[in-house]
């Protein structure tokens, strides 16, 4: 046989026993997603997908300029900012990876999903990860989930707030105060208001409804955004229904004073919200 077929045959048998090498050999584990930062599960236990809205009813604004901001959304309505900071540093020390090596074994505070967050609960960053950030399950009531978001040790966590660029826009006579948070898919927040806001995610994806301060929503306070999106949203007629919008990974969403808003995760999601107080 000429040298150039045998070699042909070498390599074909090389590539067979690398085939059947890989068929018999054990499984491995699936490498994680940089673009996700590591937070998505894959494989068997899953979270299924909860679906995103059919029409978004928010704006989003790539180009808004701080008077535009003042005069159209400020004080009256919501909008999606898109592109005004670049937060890749800040997105890179957010990964799973990153955030446990740094914090695993910080004490965090968790809070219970309902529309008063009575009940507080410490314990390790890093057991949280592990042990308590997983599909929400439909059945649980608000007061039996707990939530990291919001009741941050700015001190402890200063040396990751220091990477982040806020939206640019600020109101007159207000301060900006961080809430960080990384909570599981079908988790989220049911209805309630505060001051206006900012909300950016940085990894996963978050849907919003929101109602005027005029129309108070239809909801039970210690029941999750996932029960009321399955049990009462779909009996909403049409004019009753919130502006909703799901914010993708690098938006910002922007909530004017008193909007009632209720949130749900559709990943795990990870995201940082600027109060104006």
Avoid at 29 to 36: E, H, K, L, N
Wanted: with cysteine; aromatic share 14%; glycine share 8%.
């Amino acid at each position: 046989m000429p040298r150039g077929g045998g070699l042909m045959a070498a390599g074909a048998r090389l590539q067979l026993l690398l085939a059947l090498w890989t068929l018999a050999g054990p499984a491995r584990p699936v490498a994680a997603d940089a673009s996700d930062g590591g937070w998505q599960r894959r494989g068997p236990g899953a979270a299924a997908a909860v679906a995103e809205e059919e029409r978004c009813a928010v704006e989003r604004r790539a180009d808004l300029s701080y008077s535009e901001f003042v005069q159209h959304y400020a004080f009256s309505r919501p909008v999606i900012l898109q592109r005004l900071t670049d937060n890749s540093r800040f997105r890179a020390l957010c990964s799973r990876e990153k955030l446990l090596a740094s914090f695993g074994d910080s004490v965090v505070r968790l809070s219970t999903a309902n529309t008063y967050s009575y009940r507080k609960v410490d314990l390790p960053f890093q057991e949280y990860v592990e042990h308590l950030l997983h599909p929400q399950d439909p059945t649980s009531l608000g007061n039996d989930t707990l939530y990291f978001f919001g009741d941050n040790n700015f001190s402890e966590w200063a040396s990751l707030f220091q990477h982040y660029s806020p939206p640019p826009f600020s109101l007159l006579g207000t301060t900006a105060a961080y809430s960080f948070g990384v909570a599981g898919a079908g988790s989220g927040v049911p209805f309630h208001w505060h001051g206006p806001g900012f909300s950016e995610v940085v990894y996963g994806r978050k849907r919003w409804f929101l109602y005027p301060p005029e129309k108070t929503p239809e909801f039970h306070p210690n029941k999750t955004t996932l029960a009321w999106l399955q049990d009462v949203y779909p009996a909403l007629a049409p004019s009753e229904r919130p502006l909703e919008c799901t914010v993708q990974a690098g938006e910002v969403l922007y909530f004017p004073d008193r909007w009632w808003h209720a949130t749900l995760n559709l990943d795990t999601s990870v995201f940082i919200s600027t109060f104006l107080s």
